[in-house]
C-alpha cells in the first residue's frame, strides 16, 4: 500500500521560504501516470491545491501561488518537496501532500487517492 508522510518546519517567520518534504513508500514516484501533489488547508476554511509534480518531473502550479512556489523531487529517495517563498501569516494551514491518478497520458484526474496525514505549518513572528 503507498504511504506518504510530511515532514519539515512547524513554525516559518514571514517573508521566509516554507519548506516540506513528502516521504513515499510503496510505490514509485515516477510510476506512470500519478502525479503527485501538495494540498494546504487554512484554519476553519477549505482545502486549496496548491501544484503538483508528475511522474515525469513536469511541474504545475495554482494560478494564485504559481509566481511563490516551486515543486522538485529526489527520484533517488522517493521524495518530493515544496517550497513557498516570501510567506505570511494567511499561508498558516495544514499542508498534505497526496498522489493524483489519471487515465492515462495527458488524462484527466480522477482523484487523490492516497493522502498524507498532514502537518501543520504557523507562519508567525
Known amino acids: 500500500q503507498v504511504q506518504l508522510q510530511e515532514s519539515g518546519p512547524g513554525l516559518v517567520k514571514p517573508s521566509q521560504t516554507l519548506s516540506l518534504t513528502c516521504t513515499v513508500s510503496?510505490?514509485?514516484?515516477?510510476?506512470?501516470?500519478?502525479?503527485w501533489s501538495w494540498i494546504r488547508q487554512p484554519p476553519g476554511k477549505g482545502l486549496e491545491w496548491i501544484g503538483y509534480i508528475t511522474y515525469s518531473g513536469s511541474t504545475y502550479y495554482s494560478p494564485s501561488l504559481k509566481s511563490r512556489t516551486s515543486i522538485s523531487r529526489d527520484t533517488s529517495k522517493n521524495q518530493f518537496t515544496l517550497q513557498l517563498s516570501a510567506v505570511t501569516p494567511e499561508d498558516t494551514a495544514i499542508y498534505y501532500c497526496a498522489r493524483v491518478g489519471t487515465l492515462g497520458y495527458g488524462g484527466a484526474y480522477y482523484g487523490m487517492d492516497y493522502w498524507g496525514k498532514g502537518t501543520l505549518v504557523t507562519v508567525s513572528s
Open positions: 510503496g510505490g514509485s514516484i515516477t510510476t506512470a501516470y500519478y502525479y
